[in-house]
């Protein structure tokens, strides 16, 4: 149509209708329908204005008859309707004005942000139960008609080819988008709710891949080979939606959503402090279901890393950011009192403001269905008590570089108040490059009260690298810190902690002795001044330690040097002498 069509329609549309309706501009136009929006100047709204100009009965009739389907259904994700009429040549129908693009001028921009898919998805098939429901079959759902907001919220605004539409649909009326609509509907066939289960599953497939799909469902690509952050349940649910056979998908849009509610849960906003307490006590299973819907569109739950006595971690994808993250979760059990969630809250409030490259970054922290989690920078390496597992003591040369990274880390994270309570081989990993970084700073504090010993355990229970004020009960301050990264230390070395024994209390018992195993006997390799250094640091007198991570790591250094003068350089020697052979060779 040409710009004079337009103010053609415009000035006629508005010359029967202006009385009520205060048209603004036009917005599309075909041989069929124009659309306009405009303000309701009774009711003091913008509207969408829908008007058939005549030049059929045939189309006139289709017209009206898609108005009444849309006025029979009463539902946020499809377009209200609450006016018809006919004015002279001119039938029109007015709806509620919605501030949204259509998701193919959306996805000219690139594919839907993941969450935003989330909420399409459980609005789409929410706006099918609830026209199923009203005895209508929409058959055809095309993303030029489906309404995206900018928060990913869908209205279907497009019932012209409808199963109440149809018997009044001209026969030279083609409906298009065929690859959006179901394989017995293209073939002519009326079709019935597994018709809209495969259109919407279609449109979602879109909307997360960018990507029309297949006209053959035979020949669908996964939209997980065409973006690797597409969730697994999305991903599920698209694929079963799209089955060539009407039998094979969801037998309803309610069952599709209840599907996909199962494993991405119902909430759309962002993650906040809900930590309501669960009734009853559940199984892993059902935790883990329950975890799951309450990440909803936040995170997509992948693997268990671990578990302890606080929770269990896991590797999820941030939706939003598209990346991996690490999750911890805390038990229900833990958060049940209003005290502690508040500590969690403040703590980790503390612990995100620490920048060191040996301290595993936080992210955020979150909860909702009585569960409470923080997400952290995920670090692709084993924890030292895996390592020591696989390869038995370590190198001295290894344990001194990664003492040197954990008292550096310390020192920084000292200075602004923060002490770990709880460092043990499990709460330190090692990264790709070899690196250390430490993580959980602030978790002991946040659930102290809950338990004895401080928050403090290994993974066998007992708190074998908790200092002897802890296991007291008594204040705990940085040097708390120092002695348990030297019994790490100490374990690296030997393969087991300096203090044993089956109970807190035996494990106390020993510590109160100072009497520390015999590193030299046991390992050689330790010289007399590093020796003293782990000693020192491991006294049961808090007073006797040395006071600060910097001092501690001073001394640490000035002991090395000295050991390897005493030695005559033998540290070096170890890699000295396979160079020199290999240069003789050359």
């Known amino acids: ?118 909420v399409l998805a459980r ?24 309404l995206v907001s900018s928060t990913g919220r869908g209205t279907i605004t497009d019932l012209r080819f409808c199963s109440f539409t149809l018997p009044h649909v001209p026969p030279d009326e083609s409906p298009g988008g065929s690859q959006f609509m179901a394989p017995e509907v ?47 349940a999305l991903e599920r649910v698209i694929l079963r939606a799209m089955r060539p056979i009407g039998a094979e998908r969801y037998l309803s849009a309610s069952e599709m959503l209840e599907d996909f509610a199962s494993d991405a849960g119902a909430y759309t906003t962002l993650s906040t402090i809900d930590a309501t307490p669960p009734a009853n006590e559940e199984g892993p299973r059902a935790w883990e279901k329950r975890l799951r819907r309450a990440l909803g569109d936040d995170y997509e739950l992948l693997v268990q890393l671990g578990a302890g006595g606080f929770g269990r971690v896991y590797r999820v994808r941030d939706l939003e950011l598209e990346r991996m993250v690490a999750l911890k979760v805390l038990h229900p059990v833990l958060t049940q009192d209003p005290a502690v969630v508040e500590r969690f809250r403040r703590e980790a409030q503390l612990a995100a403001r620490v920048n060191h490259p040996n301290i595993v970054n936080i992210y955020e922290i979150g909860g909702r269905a009585g569960l409470l989690w923080y997400t952290m920078e995920l670090v692709e390496g084993p924890n030292l008590a895996q390592l020591v597992e696989k390869e038995g003591p370590l190198p001295l040369e290894r344990v001194v570089w990664l003492l040197r990274e954990a008292l550096s880390a310390l020192a920084h994270a000292h200075a602004i108040g923060l002490v770990h309570r709880d460092l043990k081989p499990e709460n330190l990993l090692i990264a790709r490059g070899g690196g250390l970084r430490i993580t959980d700073f602030g978790l002991a504090m946040a659930i102290r009260g809950l ?133 003789r060779r050359i």
Not at 31 to 42: I, K, M, P, Q, W
Not at 485 to 512: D, S, Y
Not at 522 to 551: F, I, K, M, S
Request: aromatic share 6%; with cysteine.
């Open 1 to 118: 149509m040409t710009a004079l069509d337009h103010a053609s329609l415009f000035a006629a549309t508005e010359r029967r209708l202006g009385a009520r309706f205060r048209l603004e501009r036009l917005v599309a136009a075909s041989a069929e329908r124009v659309l306009f929006v405009g303000r309701d100047s009774l009711l003091g709204r913008r509207v969408s204005v829908r008007v058939n100009f005549y030049s059929s009965a045939e189309l006139r009739t289709w017209f009206l008859r898609e108005a009444e389907a849309l006025g029979q259904l009463d539902h946020p994700a499809i377009r209200h309707v609450y006016d018809v009429g006919i004015v002279d040549e001119i039938a029109y129908r007015i709806g509620n004005w919605i501030e949204a693009e259509g998701l193919q001028d959306a996805n000219a921009r690139g594919p839907r942000p993941i969450p935003q898919v989330h």
């Open 123 to 146: 609005d789409l098939l929410r706006g099918l139960e609830h026209a199923h429901a009203n005895g209508i079959i929409v058959r055809r759902i095309v993303p030029n008609s489906l």
């Open 451 to 583: 338990g004895k010993y401080g928050g403090a355990s290994s993974r066998s229970g007992t708190p074998q690298f908790a200092a002897p004020e802890q296991l007291l009960g008594e204040r705990v301050d940085v040097r708390t810190d120092l002695y348990s990264i030297a019994a790490v230390a100490v374990f690296l070395l030997l393969g087991t902690p300096p203090f044993t024994g089956t109970t807190p209390e035996a494990v106390l018992a020993k510590q109160t002795t100072n009497r520390l195993p015999d590193l030299r006997r046991e390992r050689p390799d330790v010289g007399e001044e590093l020796d003293r250094v782990l000693r020192l640091a491991l006294q049961a007198d808090r007073n006797a330690r040395y006071p600060t991570a910097t001092e501690f790591l001073q001394a640490l250094n000035r002991a090395v040097r000295r050991d390897q003068r005493a030695a005559g350089h033998g540290w070096t020697k170890a890699v000295a002498e396979p160079i020199r052979a290999l240069l």
């Open 186 to 232: 293209r073939d002519g066939g009326l079709g019935d709710a597994t018709a809209d289960v495969y259109a919407a599953g279609a449109v979602l497939y879109y909307a997360i891949t960018g990507t029309e799909p297949a006209l053959d469902p035979a020949e669908l690509v996964p939209p997980s080979q065409l973006r690797a952050a597409c969730p697994q």
